[in-house]
């Protein structure tokens, strides 16, 4: 069993469009983010959710969206898809001082 | 929150150890240091955490001085597949503030045969 799982893995798009990356989590964490990670390899945290609320937003484009239904999926919404948001995106939960990340989503904007 | 500095790349060749430095001068009291590998196309993992002197598990050690100013994790007989970014952060292990730690670029290494 996947303890972070996010989906797509790869995703290729237009500009223009909006896309969701979907996140889910089964080791009963309460805290959930969202990573990008640029063409440098340098990871920012964009978002954080505690037990469904927002704890931290980054100076992030409000074109990006965070949904959280409940304390095991945090879902990342994008809308008006620009060249620059190609990036690698990561979903993680964390545990007193351990992040747990997936796999990540491979966003490409032509 | 400490911000941590490390050397962006090194080499080794199978088998031999391989340590890498992290110097954390503002760590504070409640601060504790964890290490991260990344392997091309995955996520970040956990490899260990410490607050002072040695600490080891299956996959690496850790040594961290008395002044805590910086640590060193130290991979035992290197292979091919341990070719991988490693990032070490610090932090107070408060869940709230896990969130903030700060990921620089990491170390890579490069295991050669």
């Known amino acids: 069993d996947t303890a972070v799982s996010q989906t797509p893995k790869y995703l290729v798009t237009q500009m223009g469009n909006d896309k969701s990356i979907k996140c889910e989590q089964n080791l009963g964490h309460d805290t959930m983010y969202w990573y990008k990670q640029d063409s440098k390899k340098f990871l920012k945290i964009m978002f954080s959710?505690?037990?469904?609320?927002?704890?931290i937003n980054e100076t992030v484009p409000n074109r990006f969206s965070p949904k959280s239904p409940d304390k095991a999926h945090l879902n990342l919404h994008i809308n008006s898809l620009e060249l620059g948001d190609s990036a690698v995106y990561f979903c993680a939960s964390s545990a007193v001082g351990t992040i747990y990340f997936g796999e990540g989503s491979w966003l490409t904007v032509v | 929150l400490a911000k941590t500095t490390q050397p962006i790349s090194m080499d080794s060749y199978e088998g031999q150890e391989v340590n890498i430095t992290c110097s954390h001068n503002?760590?504070?009291?409640?601060?504790?240091i964890t290490w991260y590998q990344q392997f091309p196309s995955q996520g970040p993992r956990f490899i260990i955490q410490g607050y002072k002197t040695k600490v080891t598990n299956e996959v690496a050690s850790l040594f961290i001085p008395a002044d805590r100013k910086s640590s060193t994790l130290s991979l035992p007989r290197v292979s091919l597949s341990d070719t991988a970014v490693y990032y070490c952060?610090?932090?107070?292990?408060?869940?709230?503030?896990?969130?903030?730690?700060?990921f620089g670029q990491g170390t890579t290494l490069q295991v050669k045969p």
């Open positions: 503002n760590i504070a009291t409640n601060d504790y």
């Open positions: 959710y505690n037990n469904k609320e927002l704890i």
């Open positions: 952060l610090v932090g107070d292990g408060v869940s709230s503030n896990t969130g903030k730690l700060i």
